[in-house]
């Protein structure tokens, strides 16, 4: 047990995970500007940088970052370039730039006045340099709930086989798409920018590049917003169960408003009960889905697939982002949509909480898997640990058992023939002192980012303040609330709201 030995050392030396700055002026890093693929809408630039794919090799092999930029509207009050995550991780941040100029508006107005905005796909992620897997591997990959031995050694040996797909049709690009070379990159790119400090909004995974970021190049910041934090500097265990609870906590919230709200499909009954007995009866025969057969009349056809276990709907309603908005807004829908999925379900078309199909090789879902094996631990070593985890994912969350991305990072990436490189760890606190003050903004309430998380992770940035909103959802930007003013203030004017201010919306 090669791998378990590798993390109990680890775990023992409790070693920091500090990184070290690389060299980023000695190589060539300008951005060339091309013409964004035919039918883009105007005012949309594409570009292109080349960094190594190998930060320790800076002279060595080069891969393509990909990114796309929204000019300023007015280049009399233009501060400079703002540069955006959506989350993930694998999420495209050059998708809500193509939105946007598209006109279906995510930045606000502040932000599109004052900023250039960047969106910047990290490695390995949309335009930049993808991650190729064998797909028919990924599409059948077994349950992460193994009930016994046979199956927990079918799981390793499937996800192993998996990996080891990636490696052979990306070559060394999946060993480097751990975020703290995403963190280099964004280096690289702000000094291409030649357009002053960073400024970032990150949201989700964002804001695990960003603190990783302030820790690294503390001197490099104007401004920096974190919108529902991933803590990146913790156990697994409590990494997993904060997780577990904040997605139980939302979907009983769920539940609860489903069966009061009048535009709530189950509106009137006992949802809870509902959403259990559907899991159950899925756990024993599949569902159909029949939206994504490829013959379907459906925008899904072809891209998910056509059963649904239970397993798939304890997944899938936090994984297909069914209860990220509770109201809803021009880029998602609100929590009726996962009303409408459980009630479709209950009728026997499970199509919307089905769970991805890969078309083929270059497809774009298993882009976070493989980042987040690089980026954290899998600790699950045997059968028994397993078992012993998902009573204890029932304990903490009966009507999910515990699914969440964090137990799938745990269970998916088992020795994988390529290694974690940049894992969890206390942040050089040194370095985070230096950082100017950076805003942190959570949801009392987030089905993906656990309130937990961004306590945990305040209480090791003594440069932030972490505004909390009352209520659902993951992060805030895009709701246009209290908190989404907020933040636009703070960007555009370094306006901080007081410490411990609570948003109502
Ligand atoms: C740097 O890269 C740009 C764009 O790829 C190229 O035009 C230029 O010649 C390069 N400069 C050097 C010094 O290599
Ligand atoms: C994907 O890669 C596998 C393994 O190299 C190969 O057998 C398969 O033909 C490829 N599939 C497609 C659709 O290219
Ligand atoms: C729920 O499903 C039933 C059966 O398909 C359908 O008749 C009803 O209109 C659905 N309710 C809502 C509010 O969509
Ligand atoms: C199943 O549900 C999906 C998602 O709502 C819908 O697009 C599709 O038309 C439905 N299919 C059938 C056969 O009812
Ligand atoms: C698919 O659905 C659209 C809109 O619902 C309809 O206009 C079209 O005729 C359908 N096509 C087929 C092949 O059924
Ligand atoms: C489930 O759906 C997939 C394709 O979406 C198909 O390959 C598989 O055979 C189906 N399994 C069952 C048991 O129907
Ligand atoms: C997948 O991406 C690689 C690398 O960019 C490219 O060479 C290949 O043609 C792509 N394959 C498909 C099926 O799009
Ligand atoms: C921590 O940050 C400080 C200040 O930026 C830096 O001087 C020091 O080298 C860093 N420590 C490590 C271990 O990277
Ligand atoms: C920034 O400050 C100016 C001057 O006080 C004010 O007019 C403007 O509304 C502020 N911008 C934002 C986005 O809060």
């Given amino acids: 047990m090669k791998f378990e030995l590798y993390h109990t050392l680890l775990a023992a030396l409790a070693a920091p995970a500090y990184a070290t700055s690389p060299p980023t002026a000695s190589?060539?890093?300008?951005?060339?500007?091309?013409?964004?693929?035919?039918?883009?809408?105007?005012?949309?630039?594409?570009?292109?940088?080349?960094?190594?794919?190998?930060?320790?090799?800076?002279?060595?092999?080069?891969?393509?970052?990909?990114?796309?930029?929204?000019?300023?509207?007015?280049?009399?009050?233009?501060?400079?370039?703002?540069?955006?995550?959506?989350?993930?991780?694998?999420?495209?941040?050059t998708t809500m730039c193509k939105y946007q100029a598209a006109g279906v508006p995510f930045f606000g107005k502040p932000l599109t006045d004052h900023f250039d905005i960047i969106c910047p796909d990290p490695r390995g992620v949309g335009i930049s340099s993808p991650i190729s897997c064998d797909a028919s591997l990924w599409n059948h990959l077994p349950s992460l709930f193994p009930k016994n031995e046979e199956e927990y050694q079918r799981l390793l040996d499937t996800s192993k086989a998996f990996a080891s797909s990636c490696l052979e049709l990306s070559g060394d690009l999946v060993r480097h798409v751990d975020t703290m070379s995403v963190v280099h990159d964004i280096e690289a790119l702000r000094l291409a920018l030649g357009d002053g400090k960073l400024n970032?909004?990150?949201?989700?995974?964002?804001?695990?590049?960003?603190?990783?970021?302030?820790?690294?190049?503390?001197?490099?910041?104007?401004?920096?917003?974190?919108?529902?934090?991933?803590?990146?500097?913790?156990?697994?265990?409590?990494?997993?169960?904060?997780?577990?609870?904040?997605?139980?906590?939302?979907?009983?919230?769920?539940?609860?408003?489903?069966?009061?709200?009048?535009?709530?499909?189950?509106?009137?009954?006992?949802?809870?009960?509902?959403?259990?007995?559907?899991?159950?009866?899925?756990?024993?025969?599949?569902?159909?889905?029949?939206?994504?057969?490829?013959?379907?009349?459906?925008?899904?056809?072809?891209?998910?697939?056509s059963n649904v276990t239970g397993e798939d709907i304890r997944f899938n309603v936090q994984g297909n982002s069914l209860l990220t908005h509770k109201d809803e807004t021009a880029i998602a829908l609100g929590w009726g949509l996962l009303g409408q999925a459980l009630n479709e379900s209950l009728q026997g078309n499970a199509t919307l909480l089905s769970s991805g199909w890969a078309t083929d090789n270059n497809s774009s879902l298993?882009?976070?898997?493989?980042?987040?094996?690089?980026?954290?631990?899998?600790?699950?070593?045997?059968?028994?640990?397993?078992?012993?985890?998902?009573?204890?994912?029932?304990?903490?969350?009966?009507?999910?058992?515990?699914?969440?991305?964090?137990?799938?990072?745990?269970?998916?990436?088992?020795?994988?023939?390529?290694?974690?490189?940049?894992?969890?760890?206390?942040?050089?606190?040194?370095?985070?002192?230096?950082?100017?003050?950076?805003?942190?903004?959570?949801?009392?309430?987030?089905?993906?980012?656990?309130?937990?998380?961004?306590?945990?992770?305040?209480?090791?940035?003594?440069?932030?303040?972490?505004?909390?909103?009352?209520?659902?959802?993951?992060?805030?930007?895009?709701?246009s609330g209290e908190a989404q003013a907020i933040i636009e203030s703070y960007l555009v004017n370094l306006t901080m709201p007081a410490k411990n201010t609570i948003a109502k919306s």
């Fill in 27 to 93: 190589f060539n890093n300008s951005i060339s500007w091309t013409a964004c693929e035919a039918g883009s809408p105007d005012g949309l630039h594409c570009g292109q940088l080349q960094v190594p794919l190998d930060w320790s090799k800076p002279h060595g092999e080069m891969i393509t970052l990909g990114l796309m930029k929204l000019e300023a509207t007015s280049k009399s009050e233009k501060l400079g370039s703002l540069m955006f995550n959506p989350g993930g991780p694998g999420g495209a941040a």
């Fill in 200 to 305: 970032w909004l990150g949201i989700s995974y964002g804001t695990q590049v960003a603190a990783q970021y302030a820790a690294t190049y503390p001197e490099s910041i104007r401004s920096i917003v974190m919108d529902g934090n991933v803590d990146h500097t913790s156990t697994e265990i409590y990494t997993t169960n904060a997780e577990a609870a904040t997605y139980e906590d939302e979907l009983v919230r769920f539940f609860e408003w489903c069966s009061v709200t009048e535009c709530c499909p189950l509106h009137g009954q006992d949802v809870s009960m509902l959403f259990l007995d559907l899991a159950a009866k899925a756990d024993s025969e599949a569902i159909p889905a029949p939206g994504c057969l490829a013959t379907a009349n459906t925008s899904s056809a072809g891209s998910c697939r």
């Fill in 366 to 479: 298993w882009q976070g898997l493989v980042i987040g094996c690089l980026d954290w631990y899998a600790t699950t070593d045997s059968f028994a640990q397993n078992e012993y985890r998902q009573s204890l994912g029932n304990a903490i969350a009966p009507h999910t058992k515990g699914a969440s991305q964090s137990y799938m990072l745990n269970t998916r990436c088992i020795d994988w023939p390529f290694k974690p490189k940049n894992l969890p760890g206390k942040m050089n606190e040194t370095a985070l002192r230096q950082a100017p003050p950076i805003l942190m903004v959570n949801a009392e309430h987030d089905p993906e980012s656990s309130f937990l998380w961004a306590q945990n992770l305040y209480a090791q940035m003594p440069s932030a303040t972490l505004l909390t909103r009352q209520g659902d959802g993951h992060a805030s930007y895009g709701n």
